[in-house]
Nanobody, 112 residues
Framework: QVHLSESGGGLVQPGGSLRLSCEVSGYTDRSDVIAWWRQSSGKEREYLGAILKSAGNTRVEDFVKGRFTISGDKFRNVVYLQMDNLQPEDTAVYYC?????WGQGTQVTVSS
Protein backbone atom coordinates (compact mmCIF):
# COMPACT_ATOMS: atom_id res chain seq x y z
CA GLN A 1 0.00 0.00 0.00
CA VAL A 2 1.37 3.38 -1.00
CA HIS A 3 1.48 6.01 1.72
CA LEU A 4 2.53 9.65 1.41
CA SER A 5 3.04 12.02 4.29
CA GLU A 6 3.73 15.74 3.93
CA SER A 7 5.31 17.89 6.59
CA GLY A 8 7.02 21.24 6.99
CA GLY A 9 4.12 23.60 6.58
CA GLY A 10 3.43 26.51 8.88
CA LEU A 11 3.10 30.25 9.18
CA VAL A 12 5.70 32.39 7.44
CA GLN A 13 6.00 36.10 6.73
CA PRO A 14 5.97 37.41 3.16
CA GLY A 15 9.40 36.99 1.63
CA GLY A 16 10.17 34.01 3.83
CA SER A 17 10.98 30.42 2.95
CA LEU A 18 9.76 26.95 3.82
CA ARG A 19 10.84 23.48 2.83
CA LEU A 20 8.12 20.90 2.61
CA SER A 21 8.85 17.20 2.78
CA CYS A 22 6.92 14.30 1.31
CA GLU A 23 7.84 10.90 2.66
CA VAL A 24 6.77 8.09 0.35
CA SER A 25 6.44 4.43 1.22
CA GLY A 26 5.13 1.44 -0.67
CA TYR A 27 6.31 2.35 -4.15
CA THR A 28 4.83 0.49 -7.08
CA ASP A 29 5.99 0.20 -10.68
CA ARG A 30 2.93 2.02 -11.92
CA SER A 31 4.39 5.49 -11.78
CA ASP A 32 7.78 7.15 -11.82
CA VAL A 33 6.45 10.59 -10.98
CA ILE A 34 5.99 12.27 -7.62
CA ALA A 35 4.23 15.59 -7.93
CA TRP A 36 3.46 18.58 -5.75
CA TRP A 37 0.09 20.30 -5.85
CA ARG A 38 -1.60 22.96 -3.78
CA GLN A 39 -5.13 24.06 -3.09
CA SER A 40 -6.12 27.49 -1.86
CA SER A 41 -9.42 28.10 -0.16
CA GLY A 42 -12.22 28.20 -2.72
CA LYS A 43 -9.98 27.26 -5.64
CA GLU A 44 -9.25 24.11 -7.59
CA ARG A 45 -6.17 22.07 -6.84
CA GLU A 46 -3.18 23.47 -8.71
CA TYR A 47 -0.23 21.54 -10.13
CA LEU A 48 3.20 22.88 -9.11
CA GLY A 49 5.70 20.43 -10.53
CA ALA A 50 7.17 16.97 -10.23
CA ILE A 51 10.25 14.77 -9.95
CA LEU A 52 11.05 11.51 -11.70
CA LYS A 53 11.98 9.21 -8.86
CA SER A 54 14.24 7.03 -11.00
CA ALA A 55 16.30 9.74 -12.67
CA GLY A 56 15.81 12.67 -10.35
CA ASN A 57 14.76 15.02 -13.15
CA THR A 58 12.55 17.83 -11.92
CA ARG A 59 10.29 20.43 -13.39
CA VAL A 60 8.19 23.21 -11.91
CA GLU A 61 5.46 25.23 -13.52
CA ASP A 62 6.35 28.62 -14.90
CA PHE A 63 4.29 30.56 -12.35
CA VAL A 64 6.49 29.31 -9.47
CA LYS A 65 9.75 28.93 -11.38
CA GLY A 66 12.55 30.82 -9.71
CA ARG A 67 10.87 30.60 -6.31
CA PHE A 68 10.00 26.92 -5.90
CA THR A 69 12.40 24.01 -6.34
CA ILE A 70 11.74 20.29 -6.18
CA SER A 71 14.38 17.80 -5.11
CA GLY A 72 14.52 14.26 -3.82
CA ASP A 73 16.46 11.92 -1.62
CA LYS A 74 16.16 8.46 -3.18
CA PHE A 75 17.76 6.70 -0.23
CA ARG A 76 15.34 8.15 2.26
CA ASN A 77 12.35 8.09 -0.12
CA VAL A 78 11.68 11.76 0.55
CA VAL A 79 10.79 14.47 -1.92
CA TYR A 80 11.17 18.13 -1.06
CA LEU A 81 9.53 21.36 -2.15
CA GLN A 82 11.73 24.33 -1.36
CA MET A 83 9.70 27.52 -1.45
CA ASP A 84 11.41 30.90 -1.36
CA ASN A 85 10.12 34.48 -1.43
CA LEU A 86 6.71 33.29 -0.32
CA GLN A 87 3.78 35.62 -0.83
CA PRO A 88 0.26 35.72 0.63
CA GLU A 89 -1.11 34.18 -2.56
CA ASP A 90 0.98 31.08 -1.86
CA THR A 91 -1.23 30.36 1.15
CA ALA A 92 -2.70 26.93 0.55
CA VAL A 93 -2.70 23.31 1.56
CA TYR A 94 0.20 21.62 -0.18
CA TYR A 95 -0.05 18.00 -1.28
CA CYS A 96 2.22 15.44 -2.82
CA UNK A 97 0.91 12.84 -5.20
CA UNK A 98 2.23 9.51 -6.46
CA UNK A 99 0.12 7.86 -9.13
CA UNK A 100 -3.43 7.95 -7.81
CA UNK A 101 -2.31 8.35 -4.21
CA TRP A 102 -2.33 11.64 -2.29
CA GLY A 103 -0.91 12.68 1.02
CA GLN A 104 -3.02 14.37 3.67
CA GLY A 105 -1.57 17.79 2.90
CA THR A 106 0.26 20.38 4.94
CA GLN A 107 -0.97 23.92 5.50
CA VAL A 108 1.19 26.85 4.44
CA THR A 109 0.08 30.31 5.53
CA VAL A 110 1.93 33.40 4.37
CA SER A 111 0.98 36.42 6.39
CA SER A 112 2.50 39.32 8.26
Amino acid sequence: QVHLSESGGGLVQPGGSLRLSCEVSGYTDRSDVIAWWRQSSGKEREYLGAILKSAGNTRVEDFVKGRFTISGDKFRNVVYLQMDNLQPEDTAVYYCRYGTFWGQGTQVTVSS
